[in-house]
């Protein structure tokens, strides 16, 4: 069971990145997909999950300009962000979210985070 | 500033029991929602320590627990190893915010 992010690197402010979550082991279709950002000096960020295209829920920060989505064919999960500021600088990480019985799970495994540099 | 709060730091000697405060309130940890704790290694990806407010995934070191009352949890680490040294961080849910984090708590063995 395993999680690999890739797409991250420098993007200018008001541009947009894709970042990519590949998973290996499991079936994304069956686990809320979460991500959550680390940045510089500063604690964990969730920033929002995906069960499916019509179940999804997102922080009030990123509301409006990030997008979650999977690909169930390539068992795959992406975060579209747009309008990027620089304060969405960080490292990115996908986890998959285990404990049905609770409202909102636990994330195991994350993946090894992808940084993403908002700077002109 | 984090919905949940932690310490920013604690410290111990090897051996030594040390804990790690998660303090909501009436609309995440107090209103049920289960709390969930992490580990953060330099340069490794982080781990479930503890689920479920009390539960350790298989794995896990017996020597972390946890607890939880009100509207806080906590997270006891006892026996200190040198290899405990990382950043540690409480997962609830939030009424109105969503899954929310605390502010992260950094472990340092004396």
């Known amino acids: 069971v395993q999680l690999v992010e890739s797409g991250g690197g420098l993007v200018q402010p008001g541009g947009s990145l894709r970042l990519s979550c590949a998973a290996s082991?499991?079936?994304?279709?069956?686990?809320?997909m979460d991500w959550v950002r680390r940045a510089p000096g500063k604690g964990l960020e969730w920033i929002g999950r995906i069960k499916n295209k019509d179940n999804t829920e997102y922080a009030a920060s990123v509301r409006g300009r990030f997008t979650v989505s999977r690909d169930d064919s390539k068992n795959s999960l992406y975060l579209q962000m747009n309008s990027l500021k620089t304060e969405d600088t960080a490292i990115y990480y996908c986890g998959r979210e285990k404990g049905g019985s609770y409202y909102v799970g636990w994330l195991d495994p994350w993946g090894q985070g992808t940084l993403v540099t908002v700077s002109s | 500033q984090s919905v949940l709060t932690q310490p920013p730091s604690v410290s111990g000697a090897p051996g030594q029991r040390v804990t790690i405060s998660c303090a909501g309130n009436n609309s995440n940890i107090g209103a049920g929602y289960a709390v969930h704790w992490y580990q953060f290694l330099p340069g490794t990806v982080p781990k479930i320590l503890v689920y479920g407010n009390t539960n350790r995934p298989s794995g896990a070191p017996d020597r972390f627990s946890g607890s939880r009352s009100v509207t806080s949890a906590s997270l006891a680490i006892t026996g200190l190893q040198a290899e405990d040294e990382a950043d540690y961080y409480c997962q609830s849910y939030d009424r109105s915010l969503g899954v929310v984090f605390g502010g992260g708590t950094k472990l340092t063995v004396l």
């Open positions: 082991g499991f079936s994304v279709s069956d686990y809320f």
